[in-house]
């Protein structure tokens, strides 16, 4: 079993930035990568942006590129999503999750063996 705890959503105006951390305890040895995800109220879950865990390897979905920075901390186990320019349309609840299993494609949730509870951004306009 893996455990996540996300923090350090909030309120902030649109242009503003946010910084999310995803850790994580337990079976951690074996996770392939890790990713975000995040959830707009009457939307299905989307794909924001993955890490591979060793590597470091990064995807980014189209609409964060240049404006999100996904980045882990293997010695704390930690993963974190640096948000800048934000926009109104960002707010969401946002998951990060880990997988174990190695795969080529990292953006869709059910690839995604564990999840966090999810913690909320909302951007103003």
């Known amino acids: 079993q893996v455990q996540l705890v996300e923090s350090g959503g909030g309120l902030v105006q649109a242009g503003g930035s946010l910084r999310l951390s995803c850790a994580a305890s337990?079976?951690?040895?074996?996770?392939?990568?890790m990713g975000w995800f995040r959830q707009a109220r009457g939307k299905e879950r989307e794909f924001v942006a993955a890490?591979?865990?060793?590597?470091?390897?990064?995807y980014y979905a189209d609409s964060v590129k240049g404006r999100f920075t996904i980045s882990r901390d293997n010695a704390r186990n930690t993963m974190y999503l640096q948000m800048n320019s934000l926009k109104p349309e960002d707010t969401a609840v946002y998951y990060c999750?880990?997988?174990?299993?190695?795969?080529?494609?990292?953006?869709?949730?059910?690839?995604?063996?564990?999840w966090g509870q999810g913690t909320q951004v909302t951007v103003s306009s």
């Open positions: 890490i591979t865990w060793s590597s470091g390897r990064t």
């Open positions: 337990g079976r951690t040895v074996r996770t392939y990568a």
């Open positions: 999750a880990t997988r174990e299993a190695a795969a080529i494609v990292l953006n869709l949730p059910r690839g995604y063996d564990y």
